[in-house]
């Protein structure tokens, strides 16, 4: 008889939340909170593997409905599992298919695929059976021992504006950063102290920032202020497709010595797809072009590539999966392009993810983005990853190599059992700054 790995024995999916800052973006302000959901598969060799996926009711009842295709399977299986998953699944009739080209985040449920979640969970399990890390599952196996990642800045609004919002205040923490995180910062002033906290704390030495919140010439301000005080260092801007092309042209020129990359300048616009507009945006400007909004999947990348619309392509592993992430990383390390991750907000379950995937993928990936350093200190492991010296530490344990620490975990299930609203709003909190505010795609949200 063939002999098989543990059998999956339990699946759980526990929905949490942790808290944020009133971080600006395009689609608003964030909420004093930000969701996700943790999915936890034990095995009859009593391993127990992790795995943590956007939040919202819409990720979490996929999650559930597919308990019945993991529990009872032997993890080595794992393909064959998430393919069934696949097979099982069938596109909502809201879906459009028009992905975030335009940062409609009601539309970001549809790019996240939850079963990531699994393919997650079950990684961790075979490494802890296996005696390896996950990074030597994937892909060509490890590539490093540590992952750099970029320090994610964000303006944030003054959280009094919205007062009947709790959000959260750390005013007397003794952490310099953790007390700055949750005050205002919307000057270029601001946001060079805010990097400079950063680097002391994680010592970041590559910067990213959230733009289309100001007008396009006050975010290019702050950007060479930026520059200016850390001359050494890589700085991008990410407007979230804000911009116009002309505007964008314009914007980015002058920024052709001071900018490393641009993340998705422009969306669509007069009948062109954004994957067209950003290729003439790539004829005019010579600056390397990345993206997590134009090339969500594998028929969007093709366009995109058939197109030469990036250089950058942000392969979030939430929206590719591992597998699909490293083959992303691969394809373009083949091509001379160059791998990274987006992120949304998370907690230290994805931290721990982002390190393997970013220690699997070849060649030389930008440094990775992460939200976490808005949530650090919530963290639902024992043995939380750590950037230090602007690096992303991998554990040196099997699997995942991260310990769950569930009575967090069930703490963060109370909170999120607590909010009225499960998916992301930022509509909500943007209206305390501005009465009646609604989201459009080419206007930064401070703009009005
Ligand atoms: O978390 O507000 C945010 C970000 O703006 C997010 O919505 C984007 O998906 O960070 C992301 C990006 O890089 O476009
Ligand atoms: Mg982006």
Known sequence: MMSTTPIVTEMQVIPVAGYDSMLMTLSGAHAPWFTRNIVIIKDNAGHTGIGEIHG????????????????????????????SIHRASRKSDEDDGEGIQTLDISKLKFVVKAEWAIECALLDLLGQYLGLQMCELLGNGKQRDKVETLGYLFYVSD?????????????????PWFRMRRREMLTPEQIVEQAQCLHEKYGFRNFKLKGG???????????RALKKAFPNGRINIDPNGAWSLQEAIELCKPMEDVLTYIEDPTGPEAGYSSREVMAEFKNAVKLPVATNMIATDWRQFYHAAALKSVDIVLADPHFWGFDGTIRMAQLLNDWGLTWGSHSNNHFDITLAAFAQVGAAAPGHPTALDTHWIWQDGQNLLKDAPQIVDGYLELSDKPGLGVTIDMDRVMEANRLYNSLSSHDRDDAMAMQYLIPNWKYDSKKPCLVR
């Open 56 to 83: 919202g009711d819409y990720t979490c009842d996929a999650l559930t409905s597919v308990i019945p295709l993991v529990v009872g399977q032997p993890i080595g299986k794992y393909r064959a599992i998430l393919d």
């Open 213 to 223: 919140v100001l007008r396009g010439e006050e975010e290019m301000e702050a950007v």
């Open 159 to 175: 959280k009094e504006k919205a007062q009947d919002l709790p959000y959260i205040d750390e005013s007397q923490s003794s952490d």
